[in-house]
């Protein structure tokens, strides 16, 4: 059962341009939360999403950044106008129910160092 | 908002020796996870803590919650120098749908 999967690992773009980062989520799992990780810094909670749907969209910014879960193919988080403040590593993580329900946790993904210049 | 807070930040610590990594937190919650992140990796689920009171144990680790303090340690034992990583705690809101995460403890056993 292959694990969570993003990619590209490493992408790198110019200020102005658009950035699209993909998640695969685990086998069977259809829920989707993706963080934010700064250098020397802890994750930042930036959206969760279950099929279709966004529930909770809170830690996005305003401006520039969208995710979507599609019916079918993987999340993507998308964040156009690249600026260099944005230069971060991005994890998508994946649980098969909502965190809270039974013992349920968070199952991360090797993340995409996206790098602005 | 809810604010999780670690303590220490950096711990250089000696092979065999123990130390305890806390992880306060503002707001009710019966939920805590710690994970742990090598450099330029994902993160690895280490422990849930689903209850007051509750203490898990792996290997030379160590986690406990106290729901009332607001407080979860993670306790080593005997570090070894494979222990070397960055640690994190993370509390879901009693209400919520998510995980707030601590700065991370960055751990560096020393041969």
């Known amino acids: 059962n292959a694990g969570v999967m993003q990619n590209p690992r490493h992408l790198v773009r110019r200020r102005g341009q658009e950035a699209r980062l993909r998640c695969s989520p685990m086998k069977g799992h259809s829920h989707v939360y993706w963080y934010r990780q700064l250098p020397e810094e802890g994750l930042k909670f930036m959206v969760y999403?279950?099929?279709?749907?966004?529930?909770?969209e809170s830690g996005m910014p305003k401006e520039r950044f969208s995710a979507e879960f599609p019916k079918e193919g993987p999340s993507i988080l998308r964040i156009q106008q690249v600026v260099r403040g944005d230069s971060a590593a991005y994890f998508c993580?994946?649980?098969?129910?909502?965190?809270?329900?039974?013992?349920?946790?968070?199952?991360f993904g090797s993340g995409t160092q996206l790098s602005v210049l | 908002e809810l604010k999780v807070e670690q303590n220490p930040l950096f711990l250089s610590m000696q092979e065999g020796k123990n130390y305890t990594i806390y992880c306060n937190y503002s707001?009710?919650?019966?939920?805590l996870y710690w994970y742990r992140q090598d450099p330029g990796k994902s993160l690895e689920s280490l422990f849930v803590l689903l209850s007051n009171g509750a203490v898990k144990q792996e290997g030379r680790l160590m986690a406990s919650l106290d729901t009332k303090a607001r407080l979860s340690t993670l306790h080593i034992t005997a570090a070894v120098h494979d222990l070397s990583a960055t640690y994190f705690c993370a509390v879901q809101e009693t209400s919520g749908s998510r995980l707030t995460f601590g700065e991370g403890t960055q751990l560096t056993v020393n041969p």
């Open positions: 999403l279950q099929k279709e749907n966004i529930i909770d």
């Open positions: 993580a994946s649980s098969p129910n909502r965190i809270g329900y039974f013992n349920e946790k968070l199952f």
């Open positions: 707001t009710t919650s019966d939920r």
